[in-house]
Nanobody
Framework: QVQLVESGGGLVQAGGSLRLSCAAS????????MGWYRQAPGNQRELVATVTSGGSTNYADAVKGRFTISRDNAKNTVYLQMDSLKPEDTAVYYCSSKSPYVSKWGQWGQGTQVTVSS
């Protein structure tokens, strides 16, 4: 059973920064695509950023230029550096993983709350 554990969330003022981490276990991490999603109250879960097993990245338009996703295969960890945070970034952030050969994100962490105050 894949295990994904997020950390690093918290309360920050607008314009501030946070770095989220997701530690993976029971997984061949280097061979997996990794992603960050978020869900705000009353909204559907939405894509934030992804990084493929080969290191290619993709970002939602709302976070381009402000967020950076990265991975450390030696530590089985994926990160999300969030800068210039806005109140609309407030959400629960989830880590996810999938095989590069499928389109559906199948494994999820428990989520970490990010709250940005104005």
């Amino acid at each position: 059973q894949v295990q994904l554990v997020e950390s690093g969330g918290g309360l920050v003022q607008a314009g501030g920064s946070l770095r989220l981490s997701c530690a993976a276990s029971r997984i061949i991490f280097s061979s997996m695509d990794m992603g960050w999603y978020r869900q705000a109250p009353g909204n559907q879960r939405e894509l934030v950023a992804t990084v493929t097993s080969g290191g290619s990245t993709n970002y939602a338009d709302a976070v381009k230029g402000r967020f950076t996703i990265s991975r450390d295969n030696a530590k089985n960890t994926v990160y999300l550096q969030m800068d210039s945070l806005k109140p609309e970034d407030t959400a629960v952030y989830y880590c996810s993983s999938k095989s590069p050969y499928v389109s559906k994100w199948g494994q999820w962490g428990q989520g970490t709350q990010v709250t940005v105050s104005s």
